[in-house]
């Protein structure tokens, strides 16, 4: 089985800062040699062409794209510019771009159904938050953001899907693991019922060396998307090597 293991920048690093990771988690990667583990950082938009010009052991992903192709929509970033800089695809309604810049599902869809047309990749992350965990609301919220988010897609190979609790990112607890293995099983017998699709699953939230362990041993999923853990490129590759 190939693990994903995706580190998401989010607003962070200098081109410089961005280069010295790249070359420290590059090193790294090439010298395993491993072919069941595939790597992505998902960076901020200014670095993508320099950065999958002159690395390609890493696929090089943005964090967002517009939902728009193009026109008077003042500081968008489309996807023929991002294609134009040579990018593999998006992570796509992150709980930041949907929590501070109040993203919906209808935007996400959109933003998914251009990636689709582009024949490029979606990280579609979902997640309920403290309050609708509480409240007993979980399922039925993963369940409407994935339903919404993949109106009117066809073709599910291109995407993948993350599953973030919003109480997680951030904080350093991940969720309890039990809970965990609750949630994938919900998630691939809801895709599976839905679309007959065989889901590659992420999970992401406070993923630390320690986690990814528990992840791979207690687990099905297809491996983590992480944040403030990877920002160093040593800690980064520590939790590589801990896979
Ligand atoms: P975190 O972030 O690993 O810092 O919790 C994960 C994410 O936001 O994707």
């Given at each position: 089985m190939k693990y994903i293991i995706a580190s998401n920048w989010k607003a962070n690093f200098t081109l410089q800062e961005a280069i010295d990771w790249f070359e420290k988690v590059t090193s790294y990667i090439e010298k395993l040699h491993s072919s069941n583990i595939r790597v992505i950082a998902a960076v901020p938009y200014p670095y993508i062409h320099h950065l999958s010009t002159n690395f390609t052991t890493l696929d090089v992903f943005s964090q967002n794209i517009s939902h728009?192709?193009?026109?008077?929509?003042?500081g968008e970033v489309t996807i023929s510019m991002l294609k134009s800089i040579n990018f593999k695809g998006s992570i796509v309604g992150h709980s930041e771009r949907r929590h501070i810049?109040?993203?919906?599902n209808e935007i996400i869809n959109k933003k998914i159904l251009l990636l689709q047309k582009n024949s490029l990749e979606s990280i579609l992350c979902v997640g309920e938050t403290l309050d609708e965990r509480k409240q007993g609301r979980t399922k039925q919220t993963i369940q409407q953001q994935i339903s919404e988010a993949l109106r009117?897609?066809?073709?599910?190979?291109?995407i993948t899907i993350a599953y973030e609790p919003v109480w997680a990112i951030g904080t350093g607890i991940p969720i309890d693991i039990n809970d965990l293995i609750e949630m994938e099983k919900f998630i691939r017998e809801f895709v599976l019922r839905e679309y007959n699709w065989q889901a590659k699953i992420l999970y992401g939230g406070s993923v630390d060396k320690g986690f990814i362990r528990e992840i791979i041993q207690k687990t099905t999923l297809d491996g983590a998307l992480i944040g403030s853990a990877s920002w160093n490129p040593f800690n980064f590759i520590d939790i590589i090597g801990n896979l």
């Amino acid at each position: 089985m190939k693990y994903i293991i995706a580190s998401n920048w989010k607003a962070n690093f200098t081109l410089q800062e961005a280069i010295d990771w790249f070359e420290k988690v590059t090193s790294y990667i090439e010298k395993l040699h491993s072919s069941n583990i595939r790597v992505i950082a998902a960076v901020p938009y200014p670095y993508i062409h320099h950065l999958s010009t002159n690395f390609t052991t890493l696929d090089v992903f943005s964090q967002n794209i517009s939902h728009v192709e193009g026109g008077a929509y003042t500081g968008e970033v489309t996807i023929s510019m991002l294609k134009s800089i040579n990018f593999k695809g998006s992570i796509v309604g992150h709980s930041e771009r949907r929590h501070i810049f109040n993203e919906t599902n209808e935007i996400i869809n959109k933003k998914i159904l251009l990636l689709q047309k582009n024949s490029l990749e979606s990280i579609l992350c979902v997640g309920e938050t403290l309050d609708e965990r509480k409240q007993g609301r979980t399922k039925q919220t993963i369940q409407q953001q994935i339903s919404e988010a993949l109106r009117g897609v066809t073709n599910f190979e291109l995407i993948t899907i993350a599953y973030e609790p919003v109480w997680a990112i951030g904080t350093g607890i991940p969720i309890d693991i039990n809970d965990l293995i609750e949630m994938e099983k919900f998630i691939r017998e809801f895709v599976l019922r839905e679309y007959n699709w065989q889901a590659k699953i992420l999970y992401g939230g406070s993923v630390d060396k320690g986690f990814i362990r528990e992840i791979i041993q207690k687990t099905t999923l297809d491996g983590a998307l992480i944040g403030s853990a990877s920002w160093n490129p040593f800690n980064f590759i520590d939790i590589i090597g801990n896979l």
